[in-house]
């Protein structure tokens, strides 16, 4: 194996692990705001045209709930979860500043920019399945937003379990 051959294997390998570590933070972040009382998470995260966005839901009981209605999902007896849009809006920023880090990480390796990732990450089994996307999604749509599509994929969610 020529030494610029290694050297890309080593690049490429120590990309790989900041990019996981960088995804490991998000799902942290969102296991913390449900205190791991949940199946499943799903994370959405879109950079197009320069704008970051992000969003986050769960499965909960066997149900798919945003994450503001998270109590709705609760059986008698069971602690509340804080919901409040404080609580939220510091994940959100977390997810964007992550975002941000996927973005300068790229960069920095010469790496093309997802445009879209969708995380699931299964808490029983502590797993982490993701799709990434690298062509616009939104931005060339004359009134979708990153919020719309991230909504239709919860509504995707919701009705479809082919994702679980």
Known sequence: M??????????????????????????????????????????????????????YFYNINGKVVERHKLNDMLSSGENNYDVSVQRQSGVVKILNMDIKSVINLCKEYNREIPTEMKLIYNIEENSLKAEYKYELVYSDDPVKTADDVAMEWFEEISKDNSWS
């Open 2 to 55: 020529g030494k610029n051959q290694k050297n890309q294997e080593l690049m490429s390998k120590v990309f790989e692990d900041y990019f996981s570590e960088i995804q490991t933070d998000m799902v942290s972040i969102c296991l913390e705001y449900v205190e791991e009382r949940a199946e499943k998470i799903y994370i959405y995260c879109s950079f197009e045209e320069g704008i970051v966005s992000s969003d």
